[in-house]
């Protein structure tokens, strides 16, 4: 074949923005509620930091919109990075990506899917990394049918799941407004070292919104739809999360949260009987989401890579009749796979993902003031509202996050700066190859 195919623009805004919702909502509401309720004991203090999660989340997310804006091609924050501070920074965060952030999420969420399938039909210890590894195959066919099937199915799974968590919101609101009611819960005292902890759930469940830049590459006029889609997708996550917890609030203590192993069915226990095998479907359904989006988008960063010539030449490759990177999406499921079968706890992986994750977003958000200086057309371009004040809250937030973990849990975040470590010589090796074939 003379030339490779290459990805086509077919992403409009709607999946667009279906997928920048579905790549938040997976499993956090659902799994760190009661953590956060542990650390922050207090019914103002937890809806007070999803509402800190909102904020960086739409700051975050306002602030990505101008850099998606001026780079519109493939890989997203990848992009960003390269055009900012060069090529080692921005294939380390691609390494990272690949070795520990999007694949180990990917690992964690089918883990995560196949517990509580395990709860609707017993699968043994045995069978459920069979079930997960059969489950993560099927979803990559699927994305490499075709970014339209794709996106056709993360469409669906994230409409399901929104319904399913309204419902849950619902539950709420009929508790709150039912005769029934309790007069209130008691709430103990918290401090802001408990807060700054208790971000690490937080930052978890809100992660994923600026998946959507990963496929600017194949968006219908991405200067305007990846900006909005990420825009609209983090304001939505942060009505829902917030209504949720509210909702989880009208019918547990915050101490009955944090001594909850599964708060969504504990919740909904309360009122509908058999509420738990509804929330079991729900979350499988929200996982499967998260999973098929992480698994549709994040290979486009390591295609982007390979167009540099910075990995694998053959992630480069399209396939002639899908038109999908069909070598990467392979490559992150392969790894993802292996990650599974070697990981036995969705709670072992969460810090040291979110540090690396949010380490390398900051990095990004920090670039817009280098940009800033630079020419740009007027007319195409989205700006950031209220500059410099909205990615200065993003970034010292998030900071704050950072320097949160670090302190108190210095082991994970050391394991994930070290995995970042090695991909220095990773990318050395590839930069030698490169430059024997250019002599």
Same mark, same amino acid.
């Given at each position: 074949?003379?030339?490779?195919?290459?990805?086509?623009?077919?992403?409009?805004?709607?999946?667009?923005?279906?997928?920048?919702?579905?790549?938040?909502?997976?499993?956090?509401?659902?799994?760190?509620?009661?953590?956060?309720?542990?650390?922050?004991?207090?019914?103002?203090?937890?809806?007070?930091?999803?509402?800190?999660?909102?904020?960086?989340?739409?700051?975050?997310?306002?602030?990505?919109?101008?850099?998606?804006?001026?780079?519109?091609?493939?890989?997203?924050?990848?992009?960003?990075?390269?055009?900012?501070?060069?090529?080692?920074?921005?294939?380390?965060?691609?390494?990272?990506?690949?070795?520990?952030?999007?694949?180990?999420?990917?690992?964690?969420?089918?883990?995560?899917?196949?517990?509580?399938?395990?709860?609707?039909?017993?699968?043994?210890?045995?069978?459920?990394?069979?079930?997960?590894?059969?489950?993560?195959?099927?979803?990559?066919?699927?994305?490499?049918?075709?970014?339209?099937?794709?996106?056709?199915?993360?469409?669906?799974?994230?409409?399901?799941?929104?319904?399913?968590?309204?419902?849950?919101?619902?539950?709420?609101?009929?508790?709150?407004?039912?005769?029934?009611?309790?007069?209130?819960?008691?709430?103990?005292?918290?401090?802001?070292?408990?807060?700054?902890?208790?971000?690490?759930?937080?930052?978890?469940?809100?992660?994923?919104?600026?998946?959507?830049?990963?496929?600017?590459?194949?968006?219908?006029?991405?200067?305007?739809?990846?900006?909005?889609?990420?825009?609209?997708?983090?304001?939505?996550?942060?009505?829902?999360?917030?209504?949720?917890?509210?909702?989880?609030?009208?019918?547990?203590?915050?101490?009955?949260?944090?001594?909850?192993?599964?708060?969504?069915?504990?919740?909904?226990?309360?009122?509908?009987? %058999?509420? &738990?095998?509804? !929330?079991? /479907? =729900?979350?499988?359904? @929200? *996982?499967?989401?998260?999973?098929?989006? $992480?698994?549709?988008?994040?290979?486009?960063?390591?295609?982007?890579?390979?167009?540099?010539?910075?990995?694998?030449?053959?992630?480069?490759?399209?396939?002639?009749?899908?038109?999908?990177?069909?070598?990467?999406?392979?490559? %992150?499921? &392969?790894?993802? !796979?292996? /990650? =599974?079968?070697?990981? @036995? *706890?969705?709670?072992?992986?969460?810090? $040291?993902?979110?540090?690396?994750?949010?380490?390398?977003?900051?990095?990004?958000?920090?670039?817009?003031?280098?940009?800033?200086?630079?020419?740009?057309?007027?007319?195409?371009?989205?700006?950031?509202?209220?500059?410099?004040?909205?990615?200065?809250?993003? !970034?010292? /937030?998030?900071?704050?996050?950072?320097?949160?973990?670090?302190?108190?849990?210095?082991?994970?975040?050391?394991?994930?700066?070290?995995?970042?470590?090695?991909?220095?010589?990773?990318?050395?090796?590839?930069?030698?190859?490169?430059?024997?074939?250019?002599?």
């Amino acid at each position: 074949m003379s030339e490779n195919p290459k990805l086509q623009r077919q992403i409009r805004l709607f999946p667009l923005v279906l997928i920048a919702i579905g790549s938040c909502i997976g499993s956090g509401i659902f799994l760190t509620p009661s953590d956060i309720a542990s650390k922050v004991p207090n019914e103002q203090g937890i809806l007070f930091v999803w509402v800190i999660g909102g904020i960086v989340a739409l700051t975050g997310s306002l602030t990505f919109a101008e850099l998606g804006a001026r780079f519109p091609g493939e890989g997203g924050v990848y992009s960003y990075l390269r055009e900012a501070y060069g090529d080692l920074v921005a294939f380390l965060y691609g390494w990272v990506n690949l070795t520990v952030i999007t694949s180990g999420a990917i690992a964690a969420l089918v883990l995560a899917c196949v517990r509580y399938l395990d709860y609707l039909i017993p699968l043994g210890e045995t069978g459920k990394p069979v079930v997960a590894t059969v489950i993560l195959i099927l979803l990559t066919w699927v994305n490499i049918l075709g970014v339209r099937s794709g996106t056709r199915v993360a469409s669906s799974l994230t409409l399901m799941k929104i319904l399913g968590i309204l419902m849950i919101v619902g539950v709420g609101c009929w508790y709150f407004m039912s005769e029934s009611q309790s007069s209130g819960h008691q709430s103990s005292d918290w401090a802001w070292t408990g807060m700054g902890l208790a971000l690490v759930g937080v930052f978890w469940s809100y992660g994923g919104w600026h998946h959507a830049s990963y496929l600017a590459g194949e968006t219908i006029d991405p200067r305007k739809t990846v900006p909005r889609a990420m825009i609209i997708g983090a304001i939505v996550v942060t009505t829902i999360y917030v209504l949720t917890n509210w909702a989880y609030l009208q019918v547990m203590s915050p101490q009955d949260m944090a001594t909850s192993n599964a708060v969504a069915a504990d919740a909904v226990d309360q009122v509908i009987s %058999q509420g &738990g095998y509804f !929330i079991a /479907l =729900l979350i499988m359904l @929200s *996982t499967l989401g998260t999973v098929s989006i $992480y698994t549709l988008s994040a290979p486009r960063l390591y295609f982007a890579m390979s167009q540099d010539k910075s990995f694998f030449a053959q992630l480069a490759c399209v396939h002639p009749k899908y038109r999908t990177p069909h070598l990467a999406i392979l490559l %992150q499921s &392969g790894w993802a !796979i292996i /990650l =599974l079968w070697f990981w @036995s *706890t969705f709670e072992n992986l969460i810090t $040291y993902v979110v540090f690396m994750d949010i380490l390398f977003m900051v990095l990004a958000a920090g670039a817009i003031f280098l940009f800033r200086r630079l020419p740009n057309n007027e007319d195409e371009q989205f700006k950031v509202p209220f500059f410099p004040l909205v990615p200065l809250i993003y !970034i010292s /937030l998030s900071g704050w996050f950072l320097v949160t973990v670090l302190w108190s849990q210095p082991h994970q975040a050391w394991a994930g700066l070290i995995i970042c470590g090695l991909g220095i010589p990773v990318f050395l090796t590839f930069r030698r190859q490169l430059n024997r074939q250019s002599e």
